[in-house]
């Protein structure tokens, strides 16, 4: 069964260091998107990415971040001078539509010292 | 404010003893209601799609329900495999993309 797949599984940084988050979207998916989950609390969405653009971004999404898909393979987040804060579980999913299931992958969680 | 509301926030059953997880929500543009289960440190993992008021959908041991303000998630004689936390979650419509919105959870423990 295909599968979104995430690496690294486990990335520690120090503040103020950028980090790339990578994802491999299922291949006949369209539609992608990170989310993230602070440990003990909700997921929240980040951003969605189709057609080789944003679609859309949370208030969370600032300046700090962003996304592309470099190789029309890969789909990757970057955090260009990462806080304490954004220490969470990062999760990308894909969608083969707008408004078709999202299929989450195992995460990356990102610690920052 | 778009809300999506999970209730109870953790559930201990014994094996066999049936129940039913709860989410409400107010959300505008309402695309879809999804269930996923999560286990600790997995991502979340795909159980049920819900697009309309009165729709169901049933897999194993779980059902789910959707009406006009919440969803309801049966478990019918749980085994201790299905302890996890299950996530509501609901599709917003966006402009150019939808977006899901999550509850909290509700997490499960299921005792032999």
């Known amino acids: 069964e295909p599968e979104v797949t995430q690496t690294p599984s486990h990335q520690v940084t120090q503040m103020g260091q950028e980090v790339i988050l990578r994802c491999v979207p299922i291949?006949?998916?369209?539609?992608f998107y990170w989310y993230r989950q602070i440990l003990g609390q909700k997921v929240e969405f980040l951003v969605s990415?189709?057609?080789?653009?944003?679609?859309?971004k949370s208030e969370i999404f600032d300046d700090q971040f962003s996304v592309e898909r470099p190789d029309g393979s890969n789909f990757t987040l970057k955090i260009r001078s990462t806080k304490l804060e954004d220490s969470a579980m990062y999760f990308c999913?894909?969608?083969?539509?707008?408004?078709?299931?999202?299929?989450f992958g195992p995460g990356t969680r990102l610690t920052v010292t | 404010e778009d809300q999506v509301t999970q209730s109870p926030e953790a559930l201990r059953l014994q094996e066999g003893e049936s129940s039913s997880l709860n989410c409400s929500y107010t959300?505008?543009?309402?695309?879809?209601l999804f269930w996923y289960r999560q286990d600790p440190g997995k991502g979340p993992e795909f159980l049920f799609t819900?697009?309309?008021a009165g729709e169901e959908k049933e897999k194993e041991r779980l059902k789910a329900t959707l009406t006009k303000k919440e969803s309801f998630l049966h478990i019918t004689a749980p085994k201790p495999e299905d302890s996890a936390t299950y996530l509501c979650?609901?599709?917003?419509?966006?402009?150019?993309?939808?977006?899901?919105?999550f509850g909290t959870g509700t997490r499960l423990q299921v005792f032999p």
């Open positions: 819900l697009y309309s």
């Open positions: 999913a894909t969608s083969y539509d707008r408004s078709y299931e999202q299929y």
């Open positions: 979650a609901v599709l917003k419509s966006g402009d150019n993309t939808d977006k899901l919105i």
């Open positions: 959300v505008s543009g309402l695309r879809g």
């Open positions: 291949s006949n998916h369209l539609y």
């Open positions: 990415f189709y057609n080789n653009e944003i679609s859309e």
